[in-house]
């Protein structure tokens, strides 16, 4: 006889902890006038001819299940899409999945990979999902800090330090959730080089992959050798401004991607029919979209970074995705003092860096898909907390 109804809930999930990012949206939920550089999606709608080809599904009377691995029509716009965007090739019919975001493609990974014991490195800080998605699945996260020394790119010989004959993968992310960083190609050469010679998995999070400033994006897929042992994530709510259509993809080698099709079919059967639709429209047609939501961004990341280094919080210069990182060590207060005196004394919700992992103690997370007068105001009453302590 079970005594109370949290002895039914098993081990791994009284383990799990709620995710430091919710604490903070609750904290502000009931506040007014708040400006929150913490929430992690753009500030865009859906271009409407996305919404516009959902709609015609709807109007077409297409309102039930699709394939497992997604409509055809999609797959191949995905595989045209890796091709002339990241060089990457894949087969429609039998190397690409769609998924219920990039998170279920993450989890999915995890659970066709890792038998229990299995060790994935992680590389912190990272988004908040990677380490619970390899516990659920049995798996044993090592984690890797990636440090300001190098502008929180992780060095290959930190990465070679935590292999183990137990290392099935490691899970990357670029451009970086939460710090913006981005790789470029000799770093994933690198990484890519250990990767065969220890012959091990990139699980490589390229959410982010459309959003990149500075230089040209480079995929872990493109790079030589990598193809046969990447498992390429990807997804639209990021680069479409599509976050609540619950559509991504994920692209694998045919043996990885027909074991993780199994997982798939057995657990979400298939994607939002409706999302699909307006996915293929969003591939076909969204081009100058993408190009203006990441102008957009470009402004508002050198608005930001020149602003928090004139304030005295030291900020690299994020290369993608829309997060700054500032350093707030120079204040004296932790990472979570900081955030939480921020919210309470000047209505600013930011997301304290010590939630993406051990190296994100001592910055914040700012993300700057709101508009330029939101930030404007969010630099001053930064600036006017830092002044009063
Ligand atoms: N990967 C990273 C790095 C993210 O930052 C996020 C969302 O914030 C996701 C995956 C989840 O994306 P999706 O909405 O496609 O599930």
């Given at each position: 006889m079970?005594?109370?109804?949290?002895?039914?809930?098993s081990?791994?999930?009284?383990?799990?902890?709620?995710?430091?990012?919710?604490?903070?949206?609750?904290?502000?939920?009931?506040?007014?006038d708040v400006?929150?550089?913490?929430?992690?999606?753009?500030?865009f709608?859906?271009?409407?001819?996305?919404?516009?080809?959902?709609?015609?599904?709807?109007?077409r009377?297409?309102?039930?299940?699709?394939?497992?691995?997604?409509?055809?029509?999609?797959r191949?716009?995905?595989a045209?899409?890796m091709?002339?965007?990241?060089?990457?090739?894949?087969?429609?019919?039998?190397?690409?999945?769609v998924?219920?975001?990039?998170?279920?493609?993450?989890?999915?990974?995890?659970?066709?990979?890792?038998?229990?014991?299995?060790?994935?490195?992680?590389v912190?800080?990272?988004?908040?999902?990677?380490?619970?998605?390899?516990?659920?699945?049995?798996?044993?996260?090592?984690?890797?800090q990636?440090?300001?020394e190098h502008?929180?790119?992780?060095?290959?010989?930190q990465?070679?330090?935590?292999?183990?004959?137990?290392?099935?993968?490691?899970?990357l992310?670029?451009?970086?959730?939460?710090?913006?960083?981005?790789?470029?190609r000799?770093?994933?050469?690198?990484?890519?080089?250990?990767?065969?010679?220890h012959?091990?998995?990139?699980?490589?999070?390229?959410?982010?992959?459309?959003?990149?400033?500075?230089?040209?994006?480079?995929?872990?897929?493109?790079?030589?050798g990598?193809?046969?042992?990447?498992?390429?994530?990807?997804g639209?709510?990021?680069?479409f401004a599509?976050?609540?259509?619950?559509?991504?993809?994920?692209?694998?080698?045919?043996?990885?991607s027909?074991a993780?099709l199994?997982?798939?079919?057995?657990?979400?059967?298939?994607a939002?029919?409706?999302?699909?639709?307006?996915?293929?429209?969003?591939?076909?047609?969204?081009?100058?979209?993408?190009d203006?939501?990441?102008?957009?961004?470009?402004?508002?990341?050198?608005?930001?970074?020149?602003?928090f280094?004139?304030?005295?919080?030291?900020?690299?210069?994020p290369?993608?995705?829309?997060?700054?990182?500032?350093s707030?060590?120079?204040?004296?207060?932790?990472?979570?003092?900081?955030?939480e005196?921020?919210?309470?004394?000047?209505?600013?919700?930011?997301?304290?860096?010590?939630?993406f992992g051990e190296?994100?103690?001592?910055?914040?997370?700012?993300s700057?898909?709101?508009?330029?007068?939101?930030?404007?105001?969010?630099?001053?009453?930064?600036?006017?907390?830092?002044?009063?302590?």
């Amino acid at each position: 006889m079970k005594t109370t109804r949290t002895t039914y809930i098993s081990k791994i999930a009284t383990e799990l902890k709620p995710s430091g990012i919710r604490r903070f949206f609750d904290l502000a939920a009931g506040m007014e006038d708040v400006i929150s550089l913490g929430v992690g999606e753009p500030d865009f709608v859906t271009p409407w001819h996305i919404r516009e080809a959902a709609i015609n599904s709807l109007e077409r009377g297409i309102t039930s299940y699709t394939p497992n691995a997604g409509i055809i029509e999609l797959r191949e716009e995905i595989a045209n899409y890796m091709k002339s965007t990241f060089d990457v090739e894949y087969c429609p019919k039998s190397e690409i999945i769609v998924t219920v975001g990039a998170s279920s493609a993450i989890d999915m990974a995890m659970r066709t990979l890792l038998d229990p014991g299995d060790e994935v490195i992680v590389v912190e800080p990272c988004f908040v999902s990677y380490v619970p998605m390899v516990e659920l699945a049995g798996g044993v996260a090592v984690k890797v800090q990636a440090t300001k020394e190098h502008d929180f790119k992780i060095q290959a010989s930190q990465l070679e330090g935590a292999i183990t004959p137990k290392t099935k993968a490691i899970m990357l992310c670029s451009p970086n959730n939460p710090t913006g960083t981005m790789l470029n190609r000799e770093e994933l050469q690198a990484i890519a080089n250990l990767a065969i010679e220890h012959d091990l998995l990139i699980i490589a999070d390229e959410i982010y992959a459309e959003l990149s400033y500075d230089e040209e994006y480079t995929s872990m897929a493109a790079m030589d050798g990598m193809r046969e042992r990447t498992i390429l994530v990807s997804g639209f709510s990021k680069s479409f401004a599509m976050t609540g259509w619950r559509l991504g993809f994920v692209c694998s080698p045919v043996e990885i991607s027909s074991a993780m099709l199994k997982v798939h079919q057995y657990s979400l059967l298939c994607a939002s029919t409706m999302s699909q639709y307006a996915a293929v429209e969003a591939l076909r047609n969204g081009r100058p979209d993408i190009d203006e939501m990441v102008k957009s961004y470009r402004r508002r990341r050198n608005f930001i970074v020149q602003s928090f280094n004139e304030i005295g919080l030291t900020c690299h210069e994020p290369g993608g995705a829309f997060y700054a990182f500032p350093s707030i060590e120079s204040t004296g207060l932790s990472s979570q003092e900081f955030a939480e005196q921020l919210l309470m004394k000047e209505s600013v919700a930011v997301v304290p860096g010590d939630v993406f992992g051990e190296s994100g103690e001592g910055f914040i997370r700012c993300s700057y898909a709101s508009s330029l007068e939101q930030l404007q105001e969010a630099v001053k009453r930064i600036k006017r907390f830092i002044d009063s302590l």
